[in-house]
């Protein structure tokens, strides 16, 4: 007994939902949980489907290959499937802040992130020991202006050797090229330390100070060419008062990072976003 | 038996408090609140007090006298004297959404809000009928772009006429050019409906909808002459999901701009903001 | 061109959804919002559905016998049906603080609260003056331990003659009893100024202080016969600190009173609500 | 140089604040941070002060004889005076939960809650492992009805053999008895997965659940005799709804807890906390 979830969108038509649900009673699967959302100003279609049923690995291609075959061509479907209790395997990236890195080893080993961590890659030494106290490969790859092509072509072996299917960047402070960036769409999250599109790129807890703002936030989104413009998954806010001062909002701030880039970190493996026109969808 | 609320600030020296107490025992007043701030950055004292005492208008004009005389001038104090029971009369400038006009004289009348409001001005008429119901004058001045100075120089009379302290914009849909900032520096309260400073000038829920935003907030901010860039008062947010149309996020931005724009009238009446560097010191 | 709204829930089936667009479908309808939930350990279906169609009231009855007939005994349903554009009549009980009723008017004068108020009913007279100015009938019904059943024996009459759909307790001082609450199940709408179930019962805020919470909150739910344990709807919390006194707690609570009962009023008159097993499903 | 904290209370007297910093300026300390506030109702003084200055163990000790001399007696005061880089000792009780444990230990680890952690307690194995991650030593001490006095003995012994200042439990879920609680008066640091006072006792988020709230809540609060009784240090909430079932509830809840507890043990640390009857004052 295995659980199987899908996500697909579709131009808006009547008869989806009867349609999806007909095929999967069909293929003998229990419908344990269906959520879908109509953009009407767009005309499109989201679908977010969990589905309990005998799916061994080749009934679950089976299973792909006639969904698609039946509906996907009929309804310009695009379709993910995955299996439950396959894991998503999740390379972390950091610099030289550890209070995510920390986070996320563990809530993975205490099983509350649903992944697999195989290996951690930094531009700096720092936090070679924390990895090591969990047990976990950890690549130093120092990354300079002239060196930016040579780490990242090491980093994609890297990915490509562990067969990684998403990146989180856990304050990794370095800006990722498309070489990167394009193997790996909607696939590589970041958490920006500010209630974007408010204080984009460096330093922004200095400049939400400089502003007088009476709320600081974090933004997780996903990671696009253009910086910090990637489609928003989760934000969230503390209140701050003016007798904090820059290190105050720092503080506060990374409380607030971990947190934030958790909830997006579940969702994301969980299979419960989409993205459509640099936006996501949360099925929730 | 009258309540004086005292708010000054001056570069930070040893002895201050002390002196202020002193000086306010001296006139037989008793301090019923008292807090202090220091921008240690800035090597800047900010104080709020509230002194209970005879102070007819006599002796409260005695009591600033001799306070800028014996301690004014020595630390270099720059100082604002109230009593309480003259409450601060108050402008409404509005266009045609009523949702924070409503709020504004709800809670004026029920002694919530603690100002008089002598008049509203608006550039339409739509908001006349609850001028009416809450029986305060409304003034109808139109304005376009070649009328404008004609405009604004008809508000300045009715503000000078009617001796207004502050001034409301509550959602009024036009920008004021430095004829009126100037005359009320620090009494202008504005309310933007965004998360400032993300989407400032026009139609913020519109992009705030474009970017896929989780969260939407609403701004309340003095009036400087860079437009939205003023020192914010008072900020709140309401959390918004993917299901949500730009309608949606409008009415509930409206829910939370009254709100957001009554905590700052509040705490403005209640002579409880400074405001210093181009931003405020809320002495809450 | 008119908007019918359908509200039902029944034990949990395959092909509910199918059967119910399809029903749609046939009578012309379009559906422009759908959503459902399961509540899998009850076994229990909810839906709710919005659909765009010709119905006049003819045609909106015959649109309910034919639902009840082809659907409705077949799969068990419990179905409300409200064509939108006739809005409910909506009593409002007050005593004698006024935060709530002025909001109430103002969103429902400005179009935000989707509902007629017929008139007002209070023990006291202090809020005959609001309803003047909002020119709404107000019924000044003095209620005593010795008068209380003539006084709500005037109430239901009043209730009846303007066919009033649901009751808002807007503060309203007085318990009622079983007499009006078994009239209108799941249509007496309280606010209670405390984050429910802590704090039930009188002086919420007396008592939050007493416990030096930090946090206060606002709950609004469906009035049952034991006092306070009725089905919640909507409760938010405002932060205090160790230095607010009870008179803050109570300003400050009542800015999330008005907010909160006004949500769950949008909602309750939107028929957004569903209850069952004294909860709230809530369509939002 | 060192920094030296000092936390008092005292009757509400004139003159208080001018003696305190006079003092301190004679022993050429050099004010950093001052706070005070007044309970006007209990007529009740509480103050905080950082203060640098050449603090050697000597002097430190000095200071505290001649502040107690010449203005504790004079004041009727209550003081705690701490050296702030004199960590505090902190113990941990846990059970079988690791989500907070990970979180103390990751953020001591990473510097951010100042304090030292000498050892884990707890009534079971589950969690030897994150300590021997962390190399902090692990003792096992079973608790059961009849050997719960033995238990209580070892663990006091160890408390003390380590000279321990302070413990928190970590979702420990045992309750101590007066032996502990006597020794550790407001040093121990509960969390309550509630919104206390609503849901005390065991399985709250089961009682939430069943109650239908919209929102949860997590309480972090001094252990006093009275179960979930003392003094609230930090609370804060999330909001659910009626598609979220218990373990959503539980999953959702614990995010909070360690959100909640760390930042009850960074104020408990940082020496920003008082208590006074049954409340705390929390200088931030």
């Given at each position: 007994?295995?659980?199987?979830?899908?996500?697909?969108?579709?131009?808006?038509?009547?008869?989806?939902?009867?349609?999806?649900?007909?095929?999967?009673?069909?293929?003998?699967?229990?419908?344990?949980?269906?959520?879908?959302?109509?953009?009407?100003?767009?005309?499109?279609?989201?679908?977010?489907?969990?589905?309990?049923?005998?799916?061994?690995?080749?009934?679950?291609?089976?299973?792909?290959?006639?969904?698609?075959?039946?509906?996907?061509?009929?309804?310009?479907?695009?379709?993910?499937?995955?299996?439950?209790?396959?894991?998503?395997?999740?390379?972390?990236f950091v610099s030289k802040y550890?209070?995510?890195?920390?986070?996320?080893?563990?809530?993975?080993?205490?099983?509350?992130?649903?992944?697999?961590?195989?290996?951690?890659i930094s531009n700096h030494?720092?936090?070679?020991?924390?990895?090591?106290?969990?047990?976990?490969?950890?690549?130093h790859i120092p990354v300079t202006k002239n060196t930016k092509e040579k780490a990242e072509?090491k980093q994609?072996?890297?990915?490509?050797?562990?067969?990684?299917?998403?990146i989180?960047l856990a304050r990794y402070m370095q800006i990722l090229s498309?070489r990167i960036i394009?193997?790996?769409?909607?696939?590589i999250?970041n958490?920006?330390?500010?209630?974007?599109?408010?204080?984009?790129g460096a330093?922004?807890?200095?400049?939400?100070?400089?502003?007088?703002?009476?709320?600081?936030?974090?933004?997780?989104?996903?990671v696009?060419?253009?910086l910090?413009?990637?489609?928003?998954?989760?934000?969230?806010?503390?209140?701050?008062?003016?007798?904090?001062?820059?290190?105050?909002?720092?503080?506060?701030?990374?409380?607030?990072?971990?947190?934030?880039?958790?909830?997006?970190?579940?969702?994301?493996?969980?299979?419960?976003?989409?993205?459509?026109?640099?936006?996501?969808?949360?099925?929730?």
């Amino acid at each position: 007994m295995k659980r199987l979830v899908l996500l697909m969108h579709c131009p808006d038509k009547k008869g989806i939902i009867a349609a999806v649900t007909n095929f999967i009673h069909q293929k003998n699967g229990n419908i344990v949980y269906i959520d879908q959302y109509v953009d009407r100003v767009q005309g499109a279609f989201f679908m977010r489907v969990e589905v309990e049923g005998v799916f061994g690995l080749p009934s679950f291609e089976r299973f792909k290959l006639d969904f698609q075959k039946e509906l996907g061509i009929h309804f310009e479907m695009q379709c993910s499937f995955y299996l439950a209790d396959l894991l998503p395997k999740m390379a972390v990236f950091v610099s030289k802040y550890d209070h995510c890195l920390y986070d996320i080893l563990a809530q993975q080993r205490s099983g509350k992130l649903a992944c697999t961590i195989p290996f951690i890659i930094s531009n700096h030494n720092d936090l070679a020991s924390i990895a090591e106290q969990f047990s976990i490969p950890f690549y130093h790859i120092p990354v300079t202006k002239n060196t930016k092509e040579k780490a990242e072509l090491k980093q994609l072996e890297l990915l490509q050797k562990y067969e990684v299917n998403c990146i989180v960047l856990a304050r990794y402070m370095q800006i990722l090229s498309s070489r990167i960036i394009d193997v790996y769409p909607s696939k590589i999250i970041n958490i920006h330390h500010s209630f974007l599109p408010a204080f984009p790129g460096a330093k922004p807890y200095h400049s939400a100070f400089q502003r007088g703002v009476k709320i600081i936030g974090a933004t997780s989104h996903y990671v696009t060419e253009e910086l910090d413009a990637g489609p928003i998954i989760e934000q969230d806010i503390i209140r701050v008062s003016h007798s904090h001062e820059v290190k105050d909002f720092i503080s506060k701030g990374q409380e607030l990072e971990r947190v934030v880039l958790l909830r997006a970190l579940k969702l994301h493996c969980e299979r419960k976003i989409m993205t459509y026109n640099n936006k996501t969808i949360v099925f929730n």
